[in-house]
């Protein structure tokens, strides 16, 4: 029990649907990650809410949306993905300006 | 070349045999973190270590922080079964610990 918890664990999605990744912490956090694990590859942080405003967002295709309407709620919304997305979606949590990020059990995403 | 360096690779020992993983960065270290996943799952927070000469302990589990070195190691005693799992290294290179670096892991199997 992490304290971060994920859903769905599994998803299977065409390129052409839109899908929602939710993750939500119950550690009285208020930063919040979202990162991609792909086999062989090192963890990719994609964007991360600090006090609920976004304060990194590397590089990420725009079919990647956040969102983060509270401090203990994340939403990755997927629209129009491609087969290279396919990966594990890892979600975490920590204090603003604290330490160690709590993990949550991930979402694996198949993009066929 | 990755900027933060795992070796091995991976790793098989025998049950109750001593392994160290070692994780070597190119660049500064602020702090380096130390988790441990299990396949397809999140990643479990292990230890910080933030300051040159830094070891903590944790059950069998000991790591070292070499600022000098940029490296920091990781040292299993005694490995059980339940040890087996993926180790992951996260460095902070820019006093910004929301935005780590990773390697590719450490992949351990403990042979009972």
């Known amino acids: 029990e992490t304290g971060v918890t994920q859903t769905p664990r599994h998803l299977v999605m065409g390129m052409t649907n839109k899908k929602s990744l939710k993750c939500e912490q119950h550690?009285?956090?208020?930063?919040m990650y979202w990162y991609k694990q792909s086999a062989k590859k090192p963890l990719e942080l994609m964007f991360v809410?600090?006090?609920?405003?976004?304060?990194e967002n590397n590089s990420v295709p725009s079919r990647f949306s956040p969102e983060c309407p509270n401090s203990s709620h994340l939403f990755l919304h997927l629209h129009t993905l491609q087969p290279e997305d396919s990966a594990l979606y890892l979600c975490a949590s920590s204090l603003s300006g604290g330490n160690e990020q709590f993990f949550g059990p991930g979402t694996r995403l198949t993009v066929l | 070349s990755q900027e933060l360096e795992q070796s091995p690779q991976s790793l098989i020992v025998q049950e109750g045999k001593n392994l160290t993983i070692n994780c070597t960065s190119s660049?500064?270290?602020?702090?380096l973190y130390w988790y441990k996943q299990k396949y397809g799952e999140g990643l479990i927070f292990l230890m910080m270590l933030q300051k040159g000469g830094e070891e903590k302990s944790h059950e069998k589990i000991t790591a070292k922080l070499d600022e000098k070195k940029q490296q920091s190691s990781l040292h299993i005693t005694a490995s059980q079964p339940s040890h087996a799992g993926i180790y992951l290294c996260g460095a902070d290179n820019a006093g910004n610990n929301r935005k780590l670096i990773w390697g590719l892991g450490t992949s351990l199997a403990v042979n009972p």
């Open positions: 550690l009285g956090h208020n930063a």
């Open positions: 809410y600090s006090l609920e405003e976004r304060v």
């Open positions: 660049k500064t270290l602020y702090g």
